[in-house]
């Protein structure tokens, strides 16, 4: 009885031991929120990896966000769809209309009229676009000072919201881990070392 638990434990003792340390780094990532200290000294890995680069964090997000995901270009063109261009015609064409209903201005003008200026605006809103499109620095200024303000435990909340899965298969392979290291254990201690 004695000489199986020695096969078992060790392996058993090591999966433990990578799953919690896993886990504890994990949560390590957030908490603590803030700096601990004793006396005048502060705790080494307070505040915790997340909270003290928060700052850094927020523009390496913003940077990719604007590099990967949604640009100013890509905002030009959201704003700027059929659908706007629709309405945005049609709003010059209703306004050239009632200025040229006080003007007495016959209708092939007023036709004629509202097509130029429709024209010529949606010209103009596409050559503005294309200017914000060059220039993200807009947005990503926008996204790192929204990221900045969130207060950490909604960050925490956030991040873990999305990676949870993930962060728990990180726990089960220091598990598995472990247990494999802790197996190592059993065939050099009790296999070749007795033997």
């Known amino acids: 009885m004695e000489n199986w638990l020695a096969f078992i434990l060790p392996p058993i003792i090591g999966a433990l031991i990578g799953a919690v340390t896993n886990d504890v780094a994990i949560r390590m990532l957030f908490r603590p929120y803030g700096a601990r200290y004793i006396g005048s000294l502060r705790v080494p890995f307070t505040p915790g990896l997340i909270p003290?680069?928060?700052?850094?964090?927020a523009e390496a997000i913003a940077d990719t966000f604007v590099a990967h995901v949604f640009n100013g270009e890509d905002l030009g063109k959201l704003f700027l769809n059929d659908q706007v261009k629709d309405k945005i015609s049609s709003k010059i064409k209703d306004m050239i209309a009632q200025v040229g209903g006080l003007l007495n201005v016959n209708e092939a003008m007023l036709g004629m009229a509202s097509t130029m200026a429709s024209a010529q605006m949606l010209d103009e809103l596409g050559k503005l676009a294309e200017e914000l499109g060059e220039n993200s620095d807009d947005i990503k200024a926008r996204i790192k000072e929204k990221i900045d303000n969130l207060d950490v435990a909604t960050l925490e909340a956030l991040v873990m919201g999305f990676s949870r899965k993930q962060f728990r298969h990180i726990t089960w392979f220091g598990a598995l881990l472990g247990f494999m290291?802790?197996?190592?254990q059993v065939v050099v201690f009790q296999v070749l070392v007795i033997a």
């Open 181 to 184: 290291i802790g197996l190592v």
């Open 52 to 57: 003290r680069e928060r700052h850094h964090i």
